[in-house]
């Protein structure tokens, strides 16, 4: 894992609360959204070869390193509106591994783009298996 992902297993075991209790959604609430057909999009924070492992259909893959990114931040931006205006979608759901970085991406895709709704998932993709879909992979 630690070769594969550039990281230790455990490095988002502690549960970090970054955002208000009103920037949040369970895993179970995202799925109750996406089984309605609400126009949404799921943005995962995760690196690209996380993301190769799982990840949820339909979801876009922009890495927490590419919205920190001052060199990057600019075509971030423009990618998170030309989807969310092509497919008209009224709320972001930021998604990581376990919660953590997610709740970051959110404070940076409000900075980019505050007039859009964006909020986190509490306990990502852990949660998604959890609470959601038992068949879904954690690593």
Known sequence: ????CGAAPTDKEISLTLL?????ITARELGEVRGKGE???V?????????EMCGLDGSLNIPLEDLKSDG?????KDKLEKVICEDSCQEVFILCRRGNDS???????RK???S????????????WTRDVDTNFPVY
Do not use: I, N, S
């Open 20 to 24: 208000g209790e009103q920037d949040r």
């Open 116 to 127: 859009v709704r964006v909020r986190d998932v509490v306990g990502g993709l852990h949660a």
């Open 1 to 4: 894992y630690t070769q594969f």
């Open 103 to 109: 709740q970051v991406g959110v404070e940076l895709v």
């Open 72 to 76: 990057k931040r600019e075509e971030m």
């Open 43 to 51: 943005v995962d924070v995760r690196t690209e070869t996380e993301v």
């Open 39 to 41: 126009k949404c999009l």
């Open 112 to 114: 980019m783009l505050p």
